[in-house]
């Protein structure tokens, strides 16, 4: 996400606040080069990650559902 971010602030004509390079140089993210993100890839790869039982019609259906409602222990 940060090459993401830094590439969208180069395509604005922006540079990176120096604080960002401080940290980048002082964690070892020296090498962080500048890259969009293509969500739709990121977001198929998530997908296929996901276990077989939440990708069951009736559980996705269900999630849709719930919406923005959370039900794990200790959610709301």
Request: charged letters at 20%; aromatic letters at 2%; proline letters at 5%.
């Amino acid at each position: 996400m940060l090459g993401h971010h830094l590439a969208l602030t180069i395509g604005r004509g922006e540079v990176a606040p120096a604080g960002l390079l401080q940290v980048a140089e002082t964690i070892g993210g020296a090498d962080w080069q500048p890259a969009k993100v293509n969500f739709h890839a990121a977001l198929g790869e998530l997908i296929a990650d996901l276990p077989e039982d939440l990708l069951d019609p009736e559980n996705v259906a269900n999630a849709l559902r719930a919406g923005g409602r959370v039900s794990v222990q200790g959610g709301r």
